[in-house]
């Protein structure tokens, strides 16, 4: 579950509450959920910042969480690579990520996230070429 907000107004920043508790209502409990703030290039417009993003995040038991701009696309790829990767995860026998942990973007950067799942990808890829009858 993708839920975006414009860090350039608080309201729909106020508004992720409420869609946090819908989410908890009506999805499976290992649901996904990624906060994510967009419109990060109005840098002077800004009016949420990251560290409250974080905290909203820690309070509701979010991991993930993102920064983007649509309108540059910048970190765009990286969201949707690792959104992709999760759910094949979750769907192949994975484990929930709705963890209560930090948010991962706290510690790690999007541009690390993208190259932790090309890494996973090219791993997988050379299990499963590793594990054919024919080599």
Same mark, same amino acid.
């Given at each position: ?56 995040? #820690? ?52 541009? #690390?996230? #993208? ?12 299990? #499963? ?7």
């Amino acid at each position: 579950m993708l839920l975006c907000y414009d860090a350039t107004r608080i309201e729909t920043f106020e508004n992720v509450v409420s869609w946090i508790e819908e989410v908890r209502n009506h999805a499976k409990e290992d649901a996904v959920v990624y906060l994510i703030a967009n419109k990060i290039d109005l840098v002077s417009q800004r009016e949420v910042s990251r560290q409250q993003a974080i905290d909203l995040c #820690k309070s509701h038991k979010i991991s993930k969480y993102f920064e983007t701009s649509a309108k540059t696309g910048e970190f765009v790829d990286e969201v949707f690579s690792l959104a992709c990767k999760e759910c094949y995860d979750v769907f192949n026998g994975g484990y929930p990520r709705l963890t209560g942990e930090e948010p991962e973007e706290a510690e790690n950067s999007p541009k #690390k996230k #993208k190259k932790k799942v090309l890494k996973g990808l090219r791993e997988e890829k050379k299990e #499963k070429q590793s594990s054919s009858c024919c080599k």
